[in-house]
């Protein structure tokens, strides 16, 4: 019921749909997830999407918000997946996935788990944005380096990212986002073309938004 549901709004609004189905593992609990041998799963991770065979997996913790939660937020990827590994070479396509930026990867599958965890999102956020804490989004492109209380921030902050696109820009700017990935290797030049603004200007200007919304 949740997969149906997140699907028919996520393909709605990404203008993206697939007739294949994508294998999909429900797990009971973190300790029966972290026993699979479909990947590696470190403590902390709710799910995960492996875009080589277009496999995603979660587990149950015995909430109902939790599951809407992370089986959203993993189903995203796989709509991200499908546009940008999909096709002719896709085993060549899979190696740049590590280029794509993680505050657009993660904070897209953020946005749209809108309404589910909103709380966590406005005060990690809103602390950073009044207090002058925001990590530069060119920082943001990949989270290795960021320390562990930060994490949370980046992929929050990844959400906002997706909201201030959305008011700003138009709702549209999402789908052509996505789609414009899939011939770029870079955010400046992808943001060029969606918005007119190289990745730095996108970031004082997306700043600015968070500012004055909390102002």
């Known amino acids: 019921e949740i997969l149906e ?13 697939w007739t294949e189905r994508r294998p999909f593992f429900l797990y009971g609990s973190v300790n029966d997830m972290q026993q699979s041998n479909i990947v590696e799963v470190g403590d902390g991770t709710g799910g995960v999407t492996e875009a080589f065979k277009d496999r995603f997996m979660v587990y149950h913790d015995g909430s109902r918000q939790w599951l809407d939660d992370v089986t959203t937020h993993e189903l995203v990827h796989v709509f991200q997946y499908a546009v940008l590994v999909s096709g002719f070479w896709r085993s060549a396509r899979i190696l740049k996935a590590i ?6 990867m993660e904070g897209m599958a953020e946005h749209f788990t809108h309404g589910l ?3 966590t999102e406005e005060y990690y956020v809103r602390d950073a944005a009044t207090s002058g804490r925001l990590i530069p ?16 921030l980046a992929y929050k902050s990844g959400a906002t990212v997706m ?3 959305a008011t700003q820009y138009g709702s549209e700017k999402l789908e052509q986002m996505v789609k414009l990935f899939e011939s770029r290797f870079e955010s400046s030049g992808m943001l060029q073309e969606l918005v007119g603004l190289d990745i730095f200007g996108f970031d004082r200007k997306w700043r600015e938004y968070l500012v004055e919304k909390y102002r």
Do not use: C, G
Request: charged share 30%; aromatic share 14%; proline share 5%.
């Open 5 to 17: 549901r997140s699907y028919r709004r996520i393909s709605s609004s990404l203008r993206v749909d």
């Open 163 to 165: 909201d201030f696109v």
């Open 137 to 152: 989004l060119w920082k943001l492109e990949h989270f290795s380096h960021l320390k562990p209380h930060e994490v949370t």
């Open 117 to 119: 965890d909103d709380t």
């Open 99 to 104: 280029v794509y930026p993680l505050w657009m």
